[in-house]
């Protein structure tokens, strides 16, 4: 499988690294914590380390350490606007049970 972007999510990325003046993409992982197991972690980047497995969608590079992708595997990633409120959403295949607030999943 891969990780994959929706236009809206391309476009964000895109606007934020042309404002920062660098940068190739985004690295997307999982840190443990929250009342589930596991949360998101999202960053902009300027370089690719030697372990990152890489995908490209829509022209960003999304780079995954080897040790998240179990956890991440299939996943796309949006930006949406909810009323006042916007941000990145993952659409993730592996999740079995998120926590009432929103901060953490389960696998």
């Given at each position: 499988?891969?990780?994959?972007?929706?236009?809206?999510?391309?476009?964000?990325?895109?606007?934020?690294?042309?404002r920062?003046?660098?940068?190739?993409?985004?690295?997307?992982?999982?840190?443990?914590?929250?009342?589930?197991?596991?949360?998101?972690?999202?960053?902009?980047?300027?370089?690719?380390?030697?372990?990152?497995?890489?995908?490209?969608?829509?022209?960003i590079?999304?780079?995954?350490?080897?040790?998240?992708?179990?956890?991440?595997?299939?996943?796309?990633?949006?930006?949406?606007?909810?009323?006042?409120?916007?941000?990145?959403?993952?659409?993730?295949?592996?999740?079995?049970?998120?926590c009432?607030?929103?901060?953490?999943?389960?696998?």
């Open positions: 499988m891969a990780i994959s972007m929706t236009e809206a999510a391309a476009r964000h990325v895109n606007r934020y690294l042309s920062r003046g660098k940068g190739i993409g985004v690295r997307l992982g999982v840190k443990t914590t929250g009342c589930s197991g596991l949360a998101y972690k999202l960053e902009y980047v300027d370089e690719v380390q030697p372990d990152d497995v890489v995908f490209e969608d829509h022209g590079k999304v780079l995954i350490d080897p040790k998240s992708l179990a956890y991440i595997d299939g996943t796309e990633l949006d930006f949406v606007r909810e009323g006042l409120n916007e941000g990145f959403k993952f659409h993730n295949p592996n999740e079995r049970d998120r009432g607030c929103g901060e953490s999943f389960r696998i």
